[in-house]
């Protein structure tokens, strides 16, 4: 079962991939022009150190499950969830006029949260077969 063989490894580098956003609490400015080509904007200061905080720790918390089974369901589920939302965000505005041109910097996230996305599905998915075979067994 290559999702269930492989979930440390994946926790980890997914977990670290989904820190790296913790650079926008701490270098805002930096962040949304380097790598986002955006305008910094003092105004929304507090939203964007609250996401890149947010997000930069739920990448600490994905990481840290795989050296913490008990934390793995939960933590996964959240991801999977917020990742969801994400990828529903990037989707839905690619055709919109208004905000499809902001959808070409934010293609390094979008691939990062459909592929932790699918691998959770992939993984859940395993998880089943194997709980229904096993109960057919007994």
């Not at 440390?8 to 949304?32: D, H, N, Q, R, S």
């Not at 955006?38 to 994905?62: C, K, P, Q, S, T």
């Not at 050296?67 to 529903?88: A, C």
């Amino acid at each position: 079962m290559f999702f269930t063989k492989y979930l440390k490894p994946f926790l980890v580098i997914g977990g670290l991939v989904t820190m790296y956003a913790a650079i926008y609490a701490f270098w805002p400015e930096w962040a949304l022009m380097d790598m986002n080509n955006l305008a910094y904007d003092e105004r929304y200061l507090f939203i964007i150190r609250h996401w890149g905080i947010m997000v930069g720790l739920m990448g600490f918390f994905i990481a840290a499950s795989a050296f913490v089974p008990s934390w793995q369901q939960s933590i996964v589920l959240y991801s999977f969830l917020e990742k969801l939302f994400m990828v529903y965000l990037y989707t839905s505005n690619a055709f919109s006029p208004e905000t499809a041109w902001l959808n070409e910097w934010f293609v390094p996230f979008a691939i990062t949260d459909i592929t932790i996305c699918t691998y959770t599905l992939g993984y859940w998915f395993e998880q089943y077969k194997i709980k229904k075979e096993s109960a057919n067994t007994l």
